[in-house]
Structure formats: C-alpha cells, structure tokens
C-alpha cells in the first residue's frame, strides 16, 4: 500500500468510528443509567452494560475530537454522559463496576469491589470535557471522586487497585493486584488539581507511584500487554521526561507483532485483541517512532478489523465477534492521529490520550 494510500485509509476508517461512537448507539438512552456508556455489545447487537471507566473514555474522548470537530455536535453527549456521573454519585453513592442493562448479573465479581483506576478515568472524562468546553465543570461530581479516589491510599502513602467490603475476596487478577498499570491512573487524577485541590495524601501518592517506576520504564516485563501499555501512557504524562524509555517500551511490544501485524494480548498468549494494536499505534506516535513499516501495518491491520459500519470487535479468534466500545475509541484516535502524522500536522499532548 502506498503512503498516501495508507493515510486515506487511516482517515476514513477514523471517520467511520466517529460515526458509530457519535451515532448514539454507544449511549444508553433511557432509565437509571441514561447517559452512560456501554462497554461491549453482544455479536446481535445487544449492549452489555454501562460501564463508568468507559464513560469517563468517551467524555475524554469527545474532549480531543472536539479539536477537530464542531462542538456543538458533541456537546449533548457529553452533557449527558456528566449528567449520568452528577446522578450516580449523588448522596455519597459510587457506581457499579459494570451496570448491567437487561440482564442480571449480579454475580459479576468485579462489582464486589470498587476500582481506582475506573474512578481515575471518570475523573479524568470529566475534568477534560470540561477543558475542551463541552460541559461545565460538574463539581460535585468531581468532589466526589476524588474523595473516593483519597480512601485508595494506605497508611504509608501506596495506593490501592481495589477496595471492598470486609470479607470479600477477588480473584489474583492484573486489574485487581495493581501494578505499573497503575500510573495512568494517578498520572491522571494529578491532572484534576487543575480544577480542586487534591488531598495531600493523594497528591503524593500519585506522585510517588510514578516515579517509583523511572528506573524501571524501559525493561519493564511485558507480560500482559494492555496493562503494560496503559503503564506507558500514564509514564508519558507523569514523567514525560521519560519518553524515549517508554519508546523502547513500545517498540518491544510492537517486536511481537506478526507478519500481518497483529499483536498478541500476552507475550505467551496468541490472541488478538484490538485494543492492545490501537495503544501501541498511540505510543509509538506520541514517542515518534511511529515510522517504518511495522507500525504501518499495525495501522493497516486495525483499520481492517473496522467494519462498514464502523464497529470494531475486541478479538477475532472468535465464532461471534463483539464490537467494543473502548476498542472502538482507542482505535479511532489512533488513526486520526496517524493520519495527522503522516500529514505533517502537529500530534496533541500524551495528556488527551483516552
């Protein structure tokens, strides 16, 4: 494929995303959860649940395509989506991990606990949407977080990934022991000083947990790579001075690529998740080793998943692929940025990174 042609082909796929992530689809529309964002559909279209670390991506989201967009097109569904955060967390409630809509599933696990990072990246949809003037500042929404997001940190200044009731145990999980991972979190909640203080415990412990990883950046085990790659996003807003580590970072990643450009979940694990060539795409651009051939056939390949209606599944090895929300946003940032790349055209900060 030829230059110009891979650029075009970045472009419309990008185009086609927006298109289904605006459309309204991605919304939920009615009931106690109106407002927010669903995290995946089922393979016949039904969505899942609302999911709040995903509506804190989408009010991100619309924030970075709002510099590109008009955004008075945008400003409903962000509204909306804020509206959802001010009536969930209203009277000291903290949302489910994952609402489910149709369906009961109560047994789902991860809704014993309470997550930092997903109320990291509500803050964060929130704080953003409202720096791109979408929304104005919901405060007591906001508030509210970073309360919650303060309880995270133990008594010598760590944070933790889960909280629970007493008595409730969770499975030994990437998402549920912490880690590097981490460190897009707090990178992220340190952004919302902007806009409230932050509690002197909180502050430093976000502080700390990024620079206790400096050292570290470069050979970090990459072991899963979602979690690996959300490390190095968060290391290029916390610690930016960092960026050529976490380039060798990703060119490690991008190194388990295969002839066609897919990307594995694990280093010892084959599948292949959409979401996962979408973040390494972002990381090489923002770090600027995003030439050559390999990362374009890791564009070339994401774009080929997009169907023409603009859905993206999160992995193909399946009977029944399902389009995913996350997948989807991660995926159009990333071509549109590679497109502006190729263009010449200035990259924004790592700190509109979804």
């Given at each position: 494929?030829?230059?110009e042609?891979?650029?075009?082909?970045?472009?419309?796929?990008?185009?086609?995303?927006?298109?289904?992530?605006?459309?309204?689809?991605?919304?939920?529309?009615?009931?106690?959860q109106?407002?927010?964002?669903?995290?995946?559909?089922?393979?016949?279209?039904?969505?899942?649940?609302?999911?709040?670390?995903?509506?804190?991506?989408?009010?991100?989201w619309?924030?970075?395509?709002?510099?590109?967009?008009?955004?008075?097109?945008?400003?409903?569904?962000a509204?909306?989506?804020?509206?959802?955060?001010?009536?969930?967390?209203?009277?000291?409630?903290?949302?489910?991990?994952?609402?489910?809509?149709?369906?009961?599933?109560?047994?789902?696990?991860?809704?014993?606990?309470?997550?930092?990072?997903?109320?990291?990246?509500?803050?964060?949809g929130?704080?953003?949407?409202?720096?791109?003037?979408?929304?104005?500042?919901?405060r007591?929404?906001?508030?509210?977080?970073?309360?919650?997001?303060?309880?995270?940190?133990?008594a010598?200044?760590?944070?933790?990934?889960?909280?629970?009731?007493?008595?409730?145990?969770?499975?030994?999980?990437?998402?549920?022991?912490?880690?590097?991972?981490?460190?897009?979190?707090?990178?992220?909640?340190?952004?919302?000083?902007?806009?409230?203080?932050?509690?002197?415990?909180?502050?430093?412990?976000?502080?700390?947990?990024?620079?206790?990883?400096?050292?570290?950046?470069?050979?970090?085990?990459?072991?899963?790579?979602?979690?690996?790659?959300?490390?190095?996003?968060?290391?290029?807003?916390?610690?930016?001075?960092?960026?050529?580590?976490?380039?060798?970072?990703?060119?490690?990643?991008?190194?388990?690529?295969?002839?066609?450009?897919?990307?594995?979940?694990?280093?010892?694990?084959?599948?292949?998740?959409?979401?996962?060539?979408?973040?390494?795409?972002?990381?090489?651009?923002?770090?600027?080793?995003?030439?050559?051939?390999?990362?374009?056939?890791?564009?070339?390949?994401?774009?080929?998943?997009?169907?023409?209606?603009?859905?993206?599944?999160?992995?193909?090895?399946?009977?029944?692929?399902?389009?995913?929300?996350?997948?989807?946003?991660?995926?159009?940032?990333?071509?549109?940025?590679?497109?502006?790349?190729?263009?010449?055209?200035?990259?924004?900060?790592?700190?509109?990174?979804?």
């Amino acid at each position: 494929m030829s230059g110009e042609a891979l650029t075009d082909l970045c472009e419309t796929t990008a185009a086609r995303l927006r298109h289904w992530l605006l459309a309204g689809d991605v919304q939920c529309a009615q009931g106690t959860q109106a407002g927010g964002i669903y995290g995946a559909f089922d393979a016949d279209g039904k969505a899942r649940y609302v999911y709040p670390e995903i509506t804190g991506y989408y009010l991100h989201w619309l924030a970075d395509v709002a510099s590109d967009a008009d955004a008075d097109l945008l400003r409903p569904a962000a509204q909306a989506a804020a509206d959802w955060a001010e009536r969930v967390l209203a009277d000291g409630a903290v949302p489910a991990t994952r609402a489910y809509v149709g369906a009961d599933d109560a047994d789902d696990w991860r809704n014993r606990a309470v997550f930092f990072f997903d109320l990291a990246m509500l803050l964060r949809g929130l704080c953003a949407a409202h720096e791109a003037g979408l929304v104005a500042l919901p405060r007591s929404a906001v508030e509210r977080l970073i309360a919650e997001l303060a309880a995270f940190v133990d008594a010598d200044g760590r944070i933790r990934a889960a909280r629970t009731d007493s008595g409730v145990t969770l499975p030994p999980r990437w998402s549920t022991l912490g880690g590097p991972f981490e460190v897009k979190a707090s990178s992220r909640v340190e952004l919302a000083a902007r806009h409230r203080p932050l509690p002197v415990a909180l502050a430093r412990a976000c502080r700390a947990l990024a620079q206790s990883y400096r050292g570290d950046v470069a050979t970090l085990a990459l072991e899963m790579l979602h979690p690996t790659l959300y490390f190095a996003e968060g290391m290029l807003v916390a610690e930016p001075d960092c960026n050529a580590a976490v380039a060798t970072l990703a060119q490690r990643c991008l190194a388990l690529a295969d002839a066609g450009g897919n990307l594995p979940e694990a280093e010892d694990s084959p599948v292949p998740r959409s979401d996962i060539l979408a973040q390494t795409l972002r990381v090489l651009l923002l770090t600027g080793s995003a030439e050559g051939a390999a990362p374009e056939r890791l564009a070339a390949t994401l774009a080929s998943r997009v169907d023409a209606a603009g859905r993206l599944p999160f992995r193909l090895d399946v009977d029944a692929p399902q389009p995913n929300v996350w997948c989807a946003m991660f995926a159009e940032q990333a071509l549109r940025w590679t497109a502006r790349a190729r263009r010449g055209l200035a990259l924004p900060a790592a700190e509109w990174l979804v």
